[in-house]
């Protein structure tokens, strides 16, 4: 294994390891959502990944406290893992 790939391969666990620790905020988040059931059955409802992602974008719910804009990858997995939750 080359260094080049090596350092490819760390820089991909550690955004991983990101993704995975911060998407169960973003569904926390949802979850303290008002509207919830009714936000879930629209994002149900939404027949592709780029407009659940754009419909929890505008929710706010992947915004991490203190960052004024929401990481892609987490917006995803927050996506994913909510299309799994029971309304």
Same mark, same amino acid.
């Given at each position: 294994m080359t260094s080049a790939t090596a350092s490819q391969m760390a820089? +991909? %666990?550690s955004e991983d390891a990101?993704? $995975?620790?911060? !998407?169960?905020i973003c569904v926390a988040q949802a979850n303290q959502d008002s509207l919830k059931a009714q936000k879930l059955e629209e994002l149900k409802g939404l027949a592709t990944?780029? +407009?659940?992602a754009n419909f929890i974008k505008d929710q706010g719910w992947a915004i991490m406290p203190g960052r %004024? %804009?929401?990481d892609n990858k987490v917006? !995803? $997995?927050c996506a994913r893992q909510l299309m799994l939750l029971e309304s």
């Open positions: 820089v +991909k %666990t990101v993704v $995975e620790s911060l !998407a169960p990944t780029s +407009k659940r %004024t %804009t929401a917006v !995803a $997995e």
